[in-house]
């Protein structure tokens, strides 16, 4: 066990080397790479035709060799979807390797914190924060995304009244969807100028919208693309359309605001309940350490076990419970 302190600082060493890596891109981007990395919006023709004066940095090698190890496996695909949605500018590369950072520094504050104590259970401990810290960044990501898909459903009611009326004045779609992004603020007006520059590239317009689909993953959203492809094939008063479809989200939107109001108490407490035992535990802990380390010994370990998997079941169940589909 002597030898851990050493493992653990080099292995937080190397880790953060890797950190500082990531911010030292060099070479800039070339065409075949740009090609790769934005495939799914264009072909290789449309790409050429664009000028490429991104002055944008590359990612490490050390990202860039990650990337190369999960390209085309479901968790590099779900990753890039997740990142797109939270409109975060890493590649997936980038952001396994700042996991695997997060990782190597939870497992070295976890271990430092009781090795002096009793080594076996700061190893313990160092796990425990490890798998905690490897799975933070993700987490964050997931809540950046859903409070961005949010905000964007929150505008979309008075963006589709604003389309309606523009179009009653006479302009074509791509025109609106061009003053929707000049006028509105983001992430609506950043996935619209998204949109339109996709179309710019050559991209059919029936797609582009099943790109904003699906880097925001909405059913009020899924109405308004379905409208405007049905509306493309068949014709028809769009105008009218959205208008309908506005009020329909607004409504929506209202309700949805009603229901959370009505369930905040309980998932409040879902949230209280849950964190009252963590934090009553580490605040023993700071007074009395010898007290606490009594439970993680064999067999009473299996007392804070089993009190931390009946506790994650009762979070979820009471999310489950205040979750209220509309």
């Known amino acids: 066990m002597t030898l851990m302190p050493v493992i653990v600082i080099a292995v937080v060493v190397v ?46 090698k050390m990202a860039q060799g990650l990337e190369e190890m999960v390209k085309g496996g479901t968790m590099a695909t779900r990753l890039a979807a997740l990142l ?15 996991r695997l950072t997060t990782a190597g520094g939870g497992f070295g504050l976890g271990y430092l914190v009781l090795s002096r104590v009793q080594p076996a259970l700061g190893l313990l401990l160092g796990i425990v924060t490890a798998v905690i810290g490897y799975a933070a960044p993700a987490i964050y990501l997931s809540m950046r995304a859903k409070r961005r898909v949010k905000t964007f459903i929150g505008q979309l009611g008075d963006t589709i009244t604003l389309m309606a009326n523009s179009m009653r004045a006479g302009y074509s779609l791509l025109q609106t969807m061009e003053m929707v992004s000049r006028e509105t603020k983001n992430p609506m007006g950043g996935e619209f100028r998204r949109v339109v520059r996709e179309v ?14 699906r880097r925001v993953p909405s059913d009020d959203l899924d109405l308004l693309v379905t409208a405007i492809n049905i509306q493309h ?13 506005g009020h329909t989200i607004r409504e929506r939107v209202r309700i949805k605001g009603e229901i959370a109001v009505l369930t905040a108490q309980q998932a409040i407490s879902g949230y209280v309940i849950t964190a009252m035992p963590v934090a009553l535990g580490l605040f023993i802990f700071v007074i009395n350490p010898g ?36």
């Open 291 to 326: 007290y606490m380390i009594q439970m993680f010994r064999w067999p009473y370990i299996c007392m804070p076990i089993g009190a931390a998997g009946m506790v994650t079941v009762g979070f979820f169940v009471m999310k489950k419970i205040t979750a209220i589909e509309v």
């Open 84 to 98: 797109a949605r939270a409109d975060v500018s890493m590649t997936v590369g980038e952001f396994l390797l700042l």
């Open 233 to 245: 094939e068949v014709g028809g008063n769009l105008a009218q359309i959205l208008n309908i479809i």
């Open 15 to 60: 880790l953060a080397l890797g950190l500082v890596l990531v911010g030292t891109r060099r070479r800039p981007k070339t065409e075949d790479e740009v090609l790769d990395r934005m495939g799914r919006y264009a072909t290789r023709e449309d790409y050429l035709a664009v000028s490429d004066g991104d002055d944008r940095k590359q990612p490490s």
């Open 200 to 213: 710019g590239l050559g991209i059919s317009q029936e797609e582009a919208m099943e790109n904003l689909l």
